[in-house]
């Protein structure tokens, strides 16, 4: 018994979906201690496992030759090796790193899922408000489900990345 429970553990870890948190809160000690904390644990809560590039590069020395390239390709290699992307587009406009790993994404045909708490509007369009090549990754009809706003709107079960991590958790434990 104990050992078909582990089992079943095992898959559903094995099946976990991975998203790369792409955002600029890691440049700041206030964000990095307040801020992003609170995205990850949302995340993981819903049954993702989260690749924070921040964290995961912090092994890499700032002091050493080459240390900037390392850090790119890092991140670029996990965006295309995870399962999708969920990046915070704040700012007027968004930061331009978060913008590249959202272009690889959207090239890479990822799940893609968006984060803006910002007000101010930053488009060219009346239909979105960013730059409308951010959501080119997303559906034209429906794009709302995978654009979130507030923080407790992430968990909402009836948006499109709680439908996709629940898919992923209901195929590793039926």
């Known amino acids: 018994m104990i050992r078909r ?22 440049f700041s000690r206030q964000w990095r201690e307040n801020l992003l904390p609170e995205f990850i644990s949302i995340l993981e809560a819903l049954g993702a496992e989260v690749w924070e590039p921040f964290h995961r590069n912090s092994q890499v020395d700032l002091s050493a030759l080459g240390w900037a390239h390392k850090v790119a390709t890092a991140d670029i290699e996990d965006v295309k090796n995870a399962d999708g992307i969920f990046a915070i587009v704040n700012g007027t406009p968004p930061d331009e790193g978060v913008m590249i790993e959202l272009g690889v994404a959207i090239a890479m045909n990822k799940k893609i899922f968006l984060f803006r708490d910002d007000f101010r509007r930053c488009s060219d369009s009346e239909d979105y408000p960013l730059n409308l090549m951010v ?3 997303l559906p034209s009809s429906g794009w709302h489900d995978y654009f979130y706003t507030s923080l407790e ?12 991590l629940n898919l992923a958790s209901r195929k590793a434990t039926g």
């Open 5 to 26: 429970h582990i089992y079943a553990l095992d898959c559903y870890s094995m099946t976990k979906k991975t998203i790369y948190l792409a955002s600029p809160y890691g």
């Open 135 to 137: 959501f080119a990754g």
């Open 153 to 164: 709107e992430i968990t909402n079960e009836d948006k499109a990345l709680a439908r996709w």
